[in-house]
């Protein structure tokens, strides 16, 4: 029963994340059972483990859904992943990267222009790519722990995904990600915040009025929060400019 319910757990978890399941989207335990072709402990199972990670919202008598994304936990991931990364690619830029890192970082950006080149774009792809080349300095510099817990907030890495789907900016991130790849190649520390700030930002500014209106009914929107996160990230931006 333990290997069928982690095979539902790890299904649902990836449906979660990448959207397949909206937030806020029953999942009927009937109907997991049913495709899984199970009874209902092991999916009972599955259920409280993705409630304890905070993709589950069970409630006695109405069934199980899709948690809500809060935006406030979006804001303050942003924040912290700005100040860490900021600090983890100048480390990688003392130890002047080799012309093979540089070269596997240009073909991940390379790779990121092929998949967006046709008519239509697999999100799904794009997302791990993205996630890869920022993936790439955290390891060489020994902090894939910290990446991990990065991509461990689930609120923030379903908003990345629906950044991609709601807005389709993957050329906004394909230059930016140019930049950065120039700054680093370069070795010009003082363009780093400003570069990556900007891009780690850019998300919350494309989806924009999208979270208060299309997309609404996904979010927990705490106004004083937003306000708060709102005004900050004017702040910042006046700042670096």
Request: proline share 3%; hydrophobic share 40%; with cysteine.
């Given at each position: 029963?333990?290997?069928i319910?982690?095979?539902?757990f790890?299904?649902l978890?990836?449906e979660?994340?990448?959207?397949e399941?909206?937030p806020?989207?029953?999942?009927s335990e009937?109907?997991i059972c049913?495709?899984?072709?199970v009874?209902?402990?092991?999916?009972r199972t599955?259920f409280?483990?993705l409630?304890?990670m905070?993709l589950?919202?069970?409630t006695?008598?109405?069934?199980?859904?899709?948690?809500?994304?809060s935006?406030?936990?979006?804001?303050?991931?942003i924040?912290?992943?700005?100040?860490v990364?900021?600090q983890?690619i100048?480390?990688?830029?003392?130890l002047?990267p080799?012309?093979l890192?540089?070269?596997?970082?240009e073909?991940?950006?390379?790779?990121?222009?092929?998949?967006?080149a046709?008519k239509?774009?697999?999100e799904k792809q794009?997302?791990l790519?993205?996630?890869?080349?920022?993936?790439?300095?955290?390891d060489k510099m020994?902090c894939?722990?910290?990446?991990k817990?990065?991509?461990e907030?689930?609120d923030?890495e379903?908003?990345r995904?629906l950044d991609?789907?709601?807005?389709?900016?993957?050329?906004?991130?394909i230059?930016?990600?140019?930049?950065?790849f120039?700054?680093?190649?370069?070795g010009?520390?003082?363009?780093?915040i400003?570069i990556l700030?900007?891009h780690l930002?850019?998300g919350?500014r494309?989806?924009?009025?999208?979270?208060?209106?299309?997309?609404?009914q996904?979010?927990?929107?705490?106004?004083?929060d937003?306000a708060?996160?709102?005004g900050y990230?004017?702040?910042?931006?006046?700042?670096?400019k």
């Open positions: 029963m333990a290997e319910s982690t095979t539902i790890e299904q978890k990836r979660i994340i990448s959207l399941i909206i806020g989207g029953k999942i009937s109907d049913a495709r899984f072709s009874t209902r402990p092991p999916v599955a409280q483990r409630q304890d905070g589950l919202e069970i006695p008598y109405k069934g199980a859904r899709a948690s809500l994304i935006l406030s936990s979006v804001h303050q991931m924040f912290l992943r700005s100040t990364e900021t983890v100048k480390d990688f830029m003392d002047c080799s012309p890192e540089l070269e596997e970082l073909h991940n950006i390379r790779m990121q222009k092929l998949l967006t046709g239509y774009v697999d794009f997302f790519l993205d996630s890869a080349m920022h993936e790439f300095w955290f020994r894939s722990m910290v990446w817990m990065i991509q907030d689930i923030y379903r908003f995904m991609f789907v709601g807005t389709q900016g993957y050329m906004d991130s230059k930016d990600h140019v930049r950065l120039q700054t680093i190649k370069n010009d520390k003082d363009q780093i400003p700030s900007s930002n850019a919350l494309r989806m924009g009025n999208l979270i208060h209106t299309e997309y609404k996904y979010f927990i929107l705490d106004e004083d937003n708060y996160w709102g990230n004017k702040r910042i931006e006046e700042l670096l």
